[in-house]
């Protein structure tokens, strides 16, 4: 159980495309998703985290107006990266966690490789 | 500042020993400590969760303890083997929701 499920996998596109990731929770309803960027060799850094139907809360340096976070629904966030530049290349992992308690795992997707040429 | 700290060189180890993988945290008091396992290009994998007031928990061939006096875990693999290969990351909160992570120690299980 608690599976999370993160599409695409790997991204190469051109430098000024905006690019979609999706992240659902396939067998469970996801009241909080997060969103992290993993650069190579380097710890998982919290990007933001949203909660349904509400806006995402982001972290301080992360620019809002550039990575748009949507949670339509409970079982689905997206982060959509507009106008990517080379230096949004990273590894792009979504977790999520059911109910209330800060205290439960979170379950993590597979991520998303981006590559900006 | 708030720091996790995990062994930053990689962990080589024969199998069938005890693999010993430490994380030491500054400026944080968490209710509970958490332990991921992460493979090479994918998302992390909930292994354990130990709560301040437990002093050790055990899964299966996995021990992890809580020094909160240290501001200390240690993870402990036992009767290592292979496919137990993999970068380890210790996480925790301050409050809330969001985890903080730590770099991570790689594991090399040879055999």
Same mark, same amino acid.
């Given at each position: 159980g608690?599976?999370v499920?993160?599409?695409?996998?790997?991204?190469?596109?051109?430098?000024g495309?905006s !690019?979609?990731?999706?992240?659902?929770s396939?067998d469970? &309803?996801a009241t909080?998703m997060?969103?992290?960027r993993q650069?190579?060799? &380097?710890s998982?850094?919290?990007m933001?985290t #949203?909660?349904?139907?509400?806006k995402a809360?982001?972290? &301080?340096g !992360?620019?809002?107006?550039?990575?748009l976070i $949507?949670h339509?629904?409970?079982t689905?966030?997206?982060?959509t !990266?507009t106008?990517?530049?080379?230096?949004d290349?990273?590894f792009y992992?979504?977790?999520?966690?059911?109910?209330?308690? #800060? $205290?439960q795992p &979170?379950h993590f997707g597979?991520?998303?490789?981006?590559?900006?040429? | 500042s708030?720091?996790? /700290?995990?062994n930053?060189?990689?962990l080589n180890?024969? /199998? %069938?020993?005890?693999a010993? +993988?430490?994380?030491?945290?500054t400026?944080y008091s968490?209710a509970?400590l958490?332990?991921y396992?992460q493979?090479?290009g994918?998302g992390p994998?909930f292994l354990?969760?130990?709560? /301040?007031n /437990?002093?050790?928990k055990r899964k299966?061939? +996995?021990k992890?303890?809580?020094?909160?006096?240290l501001?200390?875990?240690l993870f402990?693999?036992?009767a290592s083997q292979p496919?137990?290969?993999?970068?380890y990351?210790c996480?925790?909160?301050n409050? %809330?929701?969001? +985890?903080?992570? %730590?770099?991570g120690?790689?594991?090399l299980?040879?055999p």
């Amino acid at each position: 159980g608690a599976v999370v499920s993160q599409h695409p996998s790997w991204v190469i596109c051109k430098s000024g495309t905006s !690019v979609k990731i999706e992240c659902r929770s396939l067998d469970f &309803q996801a009241t909080t998703m997060f969103w992290y960027r993993q650069f190579p060799k &380097q710890s998982l850094m919290l990007m933001a985290t #949203s909660n349904e139907g509400s806006k995402a809360t982001y972290e &301080q340096g !992360v620019e809002k107006d550039k990575f748009l976070i $949507n949670h339509a629904s409970l079982t689905l966030s997206t982060l959509t !990266v507009t106008s990517a530049h080379p230096e949004d290349s990273s590894f792009y992992i979504c977790s999520a966690k059911s109910g209330k308690n #800060s $205290n439960q795992p &979170q379950h993590f997707g597979d991520g998303t490789r981006l590559s900006i040429l | 500042s708030q720091k996790i /700290e995990q062994n930053s060189e990689a962990l080589n180890i024969q /199998e %069938g020993k005890t693999a010993t +993988l430490t994380c030491n945290y500054t400026n944080y008091s968490p209710a509970y400590l958490q332990w991921y396992r992460q493979d090479p290009g994918r998302g992390p994998v909930f292994l354990l969760l130990i709560r /301040e007031n /437990e002093k050790e928990k055990r899964k299966e061939r +996995l021990k992890v303890t809580f020094d909160t006096t240290l501001k200390q875990s240690l993870f402990h693999i036992t009767a290592s083997q292979p496919a137990d290969s993999a970068t380890y990351l210790c996480a925790l909160t301050n409050s %809330g929701y969001a +985890l903080n992570f %730590g770099k991570g120690t790689s594991l090399l299980v040879t055999p």
